[in-house]
C-alpha cells in the first residue's frame, strides 16, 4: 500500500529552505601554524648589527691608541723595541727612522777590523739577528750598512766593509731582503781636519737599525 505525500515537506525549490542552508555557518578556516623559533630574517639582522658594534668598538679602541686598523703599513719600531736590542731606555726623542746606529773602525784601505773591534762587530750582529728574528714579523725592520771613504781610505776599501759587515749580518740571522748597503763615496774633509786628526786615523763603517718612512704608529 503506497503512503501518502506528506504535503507538510517543503518543496527543494522552495526560497525558505534556501535562505535556512544559508544561514548554516561554514565554519571558519584554518590559519597557518606559525614557527614558534625566532624569524631567521630578525636573528641575522640582529648578528650582522652585533658584527657591526665590534668592528666600531674595536676600530674605536685601537684609534684610540693611535693605531690605525685600515693601514697596510707594518707597525714602527718602539722605545720598548730599543730596550730589548740594547739593554737601554730609549731616549724621548727617539724616532723610529733613527733607532739606533753603531760605528766600526777599519784600517784605512782594508776591509780589516780595527784592533779590538771585530768581537764587538761580532756580539751586536748577533743582537741584531736575534731580534730580527724575532719582531720581523710584526714590526717594520730595516738594517742599513755604510762607510766613509775619507782621503786617507779609497771607494773599493769601504766597499768592502760594506760587505764584510753585511756578510757578517746574514751569517746571525737577518735576512738579505732587510739589509740595504748604501753605495760608498769619496768624501774630502781636508778642510775640516787636518792629516794627523784622529778622526782620519780609521775608516769607519756603521750598522744602522731602523723603520721605513711610513710606518704604523
Do not use: H
Amino acid at each position: 500500500m503506497d503512503m501518502p505525500p506528506f504535503n507538510n515537506q517543503p518543496s527543494p525549490s522552495d526560497p525558505d529552505v534556501k535562505d535556512w542552508f544559508n544561514t548554516i555557518d561554514a565554519g571558519t578556516p584554518l590559519a597557518a601554524e606559525q614557527p614558534t623559533g625566532p624569524n631567521p630574517k630578525k636573528r641575522l639582522l640582529i648578528g650582522a648589527l652585533v658584527v657591526l658594534f665590534v668592528c666600531v668598538a674595536t676600530t674605536g679602541t685601537l684609534s684610540a691608541l693611535g693605531i690605525n686598523p685600515f693601514s697596510s703599513a707594518p707597525a714602527c719600531l718602539t722605545k720598548d723595541d730599543y730596550k730589548v736590542l740594547t739593554g737601554n731606555e730609549a731616549d724621548d726623542q727617539l724616532s723610529p727612522q733613527s733607532f739606533y746606529t753603531e760605528s766600526f773602525g777599519f784600517k784605512n784601505g782594508t776591509s780589516d777590523y780595527a784592533t779590538d773591534v771585530k768581537e764587538n762587530a761580532e756580539s751586536l750582529a748577533k743582537k741584531i739577528g736575534t731580534f730580527y728574528q724575532s719582531y720581523a714579523s710584526k714590526r717594520s725592520v730595516v738594517v742599513t750598512v755604510s762607510s766613509d771613504a775619507t782621503q786617507k781610505d779609497t771607494v773599493d776599501a769601504a766597499t768592502k766593509r760594506t760587505q764584510v759587515l753585511n756578510d757578517l749580518l746574514v751569517k746571525n740571522g737577518v735576512d738579505q731582503s732587510a739589509i740595504q748597503i748604501i753605495k760608498p763615496v769619496a768624501i774630502d774633509s781636508s778642510s775640516e781636519l787636518s792629516e794627523d786628526s784622529d778622526e782620519l786615523s780609521t775608516a769607519k763603517a756603521y750598522i744602522n737599525v731602523a723603520s721605513i718612512a711610513g710606518c704604523r704608529q
